[in-house]
Every structure is written in C-alpha cells, then in structure tokens.
C-alpha cells in the first residue's frame, strides 16, 4: 500500500513570495490533516478535513495560509505571502474515518524563506 | 488544550543500552501515538496506544491512562534507533465527532554510539 506522498519536498523562496504544496493521502483515507514543523519542536496542527470538508482550522493564520481538498482525495496548502517565520516543515498526513485512527504521515516538505 | 510533556528532552546511549522515555499529559485521551522522526525528517509510526501495552521487537509500550502517562522502552539499543521520540496525543474535541487532532510533545532526542 502506498503511503501519504507530498511535493515538493524542498523549497526555498524570498519573503513576500508565494508558495504551494500538494499532498496525496493513503488510499481510503477520509480524513487529512497538515501540521507545521518548526525546527526543534514538535507537529503542530494547522488544519484537519474531513473529506472535503474543514474539521478544525483554528489554528491555521488565515490571513496567509489557505488549504483546500478538492473531492476528498488530494489536498493543496498555500502561503501567500510568505513570512521568514514560515520557514518549517510541512508535514500532510491522512487517516480513516473513525475516532482516534492511526494517522500516518508523508515524507513533508521543507520550506526556506529567505 | 491538552499539555504533552516529555522526558527527557536528550538522552545519550552506548549501543546495547536499554532506555526509557516518558509522555505525561493533562487530560484524558482516547488517541495516543508514539513516533519515530528519523534523520531525514520522516515521521515512522510506532505505537497507537492510547491504553495497555504493546510490544514490537525492541520496542515495547504502556500507557496508563487514569495516570495520564506512557512510557516507551528501547531494549538493546542501535545507532539506527537514534533520531526524534514523539509522544502525540487527541481526544474528541469540545464539537464531538471527529474532531480528534494530535498534540504533540517537543520530543525526547536519542543518540546511540556505537
């Protein structure tokens, strides 16, 4: 079974740029989150779907990110425009539908502002 | 929220060393995962464990959940143990349903020498 892919999986940008990551979670798996990574610390939940609905973005700066998931299956987040701040990983992962599922993760992406 | 504190935050082994690593948290759960972040970043699944004990090789795990602790065992350890130890944990949030994103702790950081 194939895992959660993401790409890219290095980027590096000048502040106020734009940026845009692509994630396709596990076949099947109803529920995708994406958590940001700062070096040092541990995942933090930026937002989480439920098919192509938005479970929980409380989290998530709306006034720079966005994310979608178009037909429930992959899922884009963007940052526009991109803060120094904003250098971290991307971390996508997917899960099944049901409380407290495993959630497995893809390879992240490791994005560079300049 | 609920708080994820880990210990210790580095531990330094000599290759064979056995090892310990705690996760408290501050609420109930009905979601606990144990990771294995590797030196390219990739976050491996170990445990999902959110009561009980559970076993796998060198691994092994117990969370006492009415205590609001688990515990990770390394036995026997090897250089290729040594990366980023994360404890994640979730319960439904106040919404109900599938609101159930992971909290992560800041990760205890192993290093095994050969």
């Known amino acids: 079974e194939a895992g959660v892919a993401q790409s890219p999986r290095y980027k590096i940008i000048e502040k106020r740029q734009s940026v845009a990551f692509w994630c396709n979670p596990i076949?099947?798996?109803?529920?995708l989150y994406w958590y940001q990574q700062i070096l040092g610390q541990g995942p933090k939940l930026l937002i989480q779907?439920?098919?192509?609905?938005?479970?929980?973005d409380s989290q998530l700066p709306k006034d720079r990110f966005s994310a979608e998931r178009l037909k429930g299956v992959d899922s884009t987040l963007k940052i526009q425009p991109a803060k120094l701040e904003d250098s971290a990983v991307y971390l996508c992962?997917?899960?099944?539908?049901?409380?407290?599922?495993?959630?497995?993760f893809g390879p992240g992406t490791r994005l560079t502002v300049l | 929220g609920i708080q994820v504190e880990q210990s210790p935050p580095d531990l330094i082994l000599q290759e064979g060393a056995n090892s310990t690593l705690r996760c408290n948290f501050s609420?109930?759960?009905?979601?606990l995962q144990w990771f294995h972040q590797n030196p390219w970043g990739q976050l491996i699944n170990l445990f999902y464990?959110?009561?009980g004990t559970k076993q796998n090789g060198r691994l092994s795990a117990t969370t006492v959940a009415t205590e609001r602790y688990s515990l990770l065992y390394i036995s026997s350890s090897q250089t290729t143990d040594s990366g980023v130890y994360f404890c994640?944990?979730?319960?439904?949030?106040?919404?109900?349903?599938?609101?159930?994103?992971?909290?992560f702790g800041k990760g205890t950081l192993l290093t095994v020498n050969p």
């Open positions: 076949s099947g798996h109803a529920t």
């Open positions: 779907f439920q098919n192509n609905g938005v479970v929980d």
């Open positions: 994640a944990v979730g319960n439904i949030g106040s919404s109900g349903g599938s609101n159930y994103k992971l909290t």
């Open positions: 992962a997917s899960s099944s539908l049901g409380p407290g599922d495993t959630q497995y």
């Open positions: 464990i959110p009561s």
């Open positions: 609420d109930s759960v009905n979601n």
